[in-house]
């Protein structure tokens, strides 16, 4: 019988995990669940006995791979699947997918709710601003980019984006301003919502350059991946605007530094939070597990990442 491992260190609401068993015990296959764990040996060791395995952010590298000599299938309950080694999974003969979209509204509205937050002081008491009027850039223009486009134009923000995947033309239908580069676009928003994936290329990407393009009451909202932000060129940025401010969903390496001198110009999540709704972890969560039955049943290869 064909074991699937749900491995979550932030687990799903108790209602996917329900959804998520239902899907796979119907199916004739066995569901094991290792959650909250503390190391990263607990999950080479639940790796060992898995056929698939349903993972969040949780760091399936080569150990884990190699580890689970019975693995067919890892499929990242989710959009970025960075925390994959994809070459060992490649090598091993291992598909690697993610549920793309599925809990892009969940990210979408965190954004709004910490620009919210961070544009009325933190609800201290003292006087803050609106988003109604100003204008929001979009960095890269997916999934969570669409919801946010949408959901900004309900606040009555002016809204642009940049990104070389997606047409112009798809942009406007959408009401956003398309721009042709990230200067351009930088340098049109008071808000950036950063969105682009985790990958060589993109790693430290957002420097000084590009930050100081934007306008006086510049705030950047990283609901992406931290590791995408050049942190020497975020210091500098606070240190040389003393507008700017900085909303991360989780914070970055240098998040004490950040607290310590410019305690009312940033905001920044204890825990990745960007999907954590119960009707995130639904979506994605049984999607994820759909995609695995049908994998061993069909050999349906939909939303593979490694090919
Ligand atoms: C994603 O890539 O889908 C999001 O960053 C959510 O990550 P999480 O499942 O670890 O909350």
Excluded: W
């Amino acid at each position: 019988m064909k074991t699937v491992l749900i491995a979550t260190d932030k687990p799903f609401a108790k209602v996917a995990v329900d959804g998520i068993r239902e899907i796979v015990e119907n199916a004739g296959f066995e569901l094991k669940l290792l959650e909250k764990y503390t190391t990263h040996s607990e999950l080479v060791e639940a790796a060992k006995s898995a056929h698939a395995l349903i993972i969040r952010s949780d760091n399936v590298d080569r150990e884990v791979i190699e580890a689970g000599s019975n693995l067919e299938i890892i499929v990242r309950a989710g959009a970025g699947y960075d925390n994959i080694d994809l070459a060992a999974a490649t090598e091993k003969n291992i598909v690697a997918m993610n549920t793309p979209g599925q809990n892009s509204n969940a990210v979408a509205e965190l954004v709004f709710g910490m620009m919210v937050y961070v544009s009325r002081s933190g609800f201290n008491g003292t006087s803050g601003t609106e988003l109604r009027g100003k204008s929001l850039g979009i960095h890269a223009y997916g999934n969570v980019g669409k919801y946010v486009a949408k959901i900004g134009k309900g606040f009555g923000m002016d809204i642009y984006a940049f990104d070389p995947f997606v047409k112009a033309e798809e942009m406007e239908k959408d009401g956003v301003i398309p721009v042709n580069n990230v200067d351009d676009l930088y340098s049109k928003s008071q808000f950036i919502s950063l969105h682009i994936p985790a990958t060589a290329q993109t790693k430290n990407s957002i420097g000084f350059e590009i930050l100081s393009k934007m306008p006086k009451g510049a705030t950047l909202v990283n609901t992406a991946r931290k590791e995408v932000i050049d942190e020497e060129a975020l210091l500098k940025m606070f240190k040389e605007r003393p507008d700017f401010k900085y909303i991360s969903d989780i914070a970055p390496g240098c998040s004490e530094e950040i607290k310590t001198n410019y305690e009312n110009r940033c905001f920044f999540t204890p825990k990745k939070m960007g999907a954590q709704t119960s009707e995130a972890n639904i979506n994605a969560g049984l999607a994820a597990a759909k995609q695995i039955v049908n994998f061993f049943k069909t050999g349906d290869k939909t939303y593979q990442v490694n090919k």
